[in-house]
């Protein structure tokens, strides 16, 4: 199993410091695993800490007030989640819960925030790193109000592809369920709106691995925000 220290060592908030730098970081950490299902928080808890993840994929996620579920992000290998509640000595928004089987580190905010004190470029990554976070939500938001379903998929593709760095082909870390939720629409919906981009020829889908055959036509759905 990978060392915790090497993973820190790749997450970008971190990255370009010494080993006795990372050290520092890694003597506060605490590693915690959470199981399939498994909420790490909930919404309302304090926020005491923020996590990043060494193993596996976590769902940041709200609950209506009729028991519905709508995702807001997720997150995998690498990531951090959590940040903002802690550094504005909030409680947390929403609540996090492991997709599948995960590991994380947990960054206590009090030890963390001394830590800060006596790294101070690591601040300024920090905010990048939620200039970033809100950026993303950003477009969720635009997404969701703005563009109808069919153009949230094509969008959704296209960032998998970026972020994956495969331009031809994207694998979804997530059920088709669960994406629906993040799209803001149901499961049967988006089956049919799979099907009418594979009709179409501008993707092929088996499972989870989707071809993206016309990647020229997917950034025009997606610009235009429209329907099919």
Do not use: W
Request: glycine share 8%; charged share 20%; proline share 4%.
């Amino acid at each position: 199993m990978e060392k915790a220290a090497d993973v820190i060592a790749r997450i970008p908030l971190f990255s370009g410091m010494s080993r006795a730098q990372l050290d520092q970081f890694q003597d506060i950490a605490l590693e915690k695993s959470f199981g399939r299902g498994e909420l790490i928080f909930s919404e309302g808890d304090e926020g005491s800490g923020f996590y990043v993840i060494l193993r596996g994929t976590v769902k940041i996620f709200k609950v209506s007030p009729d028991g519905k579920e709508h995702i807001l992000h997720i997150f995998t290998v690498g990531q951090t989640f959590g940040e903002v509640p802690v550094f504005a000595g909030e409680h947390f928004p929403a609540n996090a819960e492991a997709l599948h089987d995960a590991r994380v580190l947990f960054f206590p905010r009090s030890a963390f925030v001394a830590l800060l004190e006596k790294n101070p470029a690591l601040s300024l990554k920090l905010l990048a790193d939620l200039s970033l976070k809100l950026r993303q939500f950003t477009i969720q938001i635009e997404n969701l109000s703005l563009k109808e379903i069919p153009a949230r998929l094509a969008t959704y593709l296209l960032y998998l592809a970026d972020e994956q760095g495969c331009f031809d082909q994207v694998t979804l870390s997530i059920s088709k369920g669960q994406l629906a939720s993040l799209l803001g629409t149901i499961p049967e919906t988006l089956s049919r709106i799979f099907a009418k981009l594979s009709s179409q020829q501008l993707i092929q889908v088996e499972g989870r691995k989707i071809a993206l055959l016309d990647a020229q036509g997917l950034k025009d759905l997606a610009q235009s925000g429209k329907s099919l």
